[in-house]
Nanobody, 117 residues
C-alpha cells in the first residue's frame, strides 16, 4: 500500500518561494505518474504539475516557468519548487500518485499554501 505525506506549506509574500515535499511510503513503480494538485476555496481541484518516473514533466499554463516538479529517488520523495508566487496560487496542495492498469490514485492529506502580503 502506498501512503503519501506532504510538507512545506505555509504563508509567503507575493513574489516569494516555497518548496513542497511528498514523502512516499511504498514503492514508486516505473509506470507511476507523480503529480501535484491544488484546490482553492470554492473551486474544484486542479492539476498543477505531473512527472513520470522517466522524468517527463507537464505543467498547468498558470504555473509554467514558475513551478518545477522533481524527484529524489534516494529519499523516495517528489517535490514542487514554487517561485514567484502569486495570491492566486493560494490553495491546499495535494500530492498524488496515479498508477494505471488498473487505475488507482493515492493522495496525500494536503498542505496549505497562502500567498499574501
Amino acid at each position: 500500500q502506498v501512503q503519501l505525506v506532504e510538507s512545506g506549506g505555509g504563508l509567503v509574500q507575493p513574489g516569494g518561494s516555497l518548496r513542497l515535499s511528498c514523502v512516499v511510503s511504498g514503492t514508486i513503480f516505473s509506470i507511476d505518474v507523480m503529480g501535484w494538485y491544488r484546490q482553492a476555496p470554492g473551486k474544484q481541484r486542479e492539476l498543477v504539475a505531473t512527472r513520470s518516473s522517466g522524468g517527463r514533466a507537464n505543467y498547468a499554463d498558470s504555473v509554467k516557468g514558475r513551478f518545477t516538479v522533481s524527484r529524489d529517488i534516494a529519499k523516495n520523495t517528489f517535490n514542487l519548487q514554487m517561485n514567484t508566487l502569486k495570491p492566486e496560487d493560494t490553495a491546499v496542495y495535494y500530492c498524488n500518485i496515479h498508477r494505471p492498469n488498473p487505475d488507482r490514485d493515492y493522495w496525500g492529506q494536503g498542505t496549505q499554501v497562502t500567498v499574501s502580503s
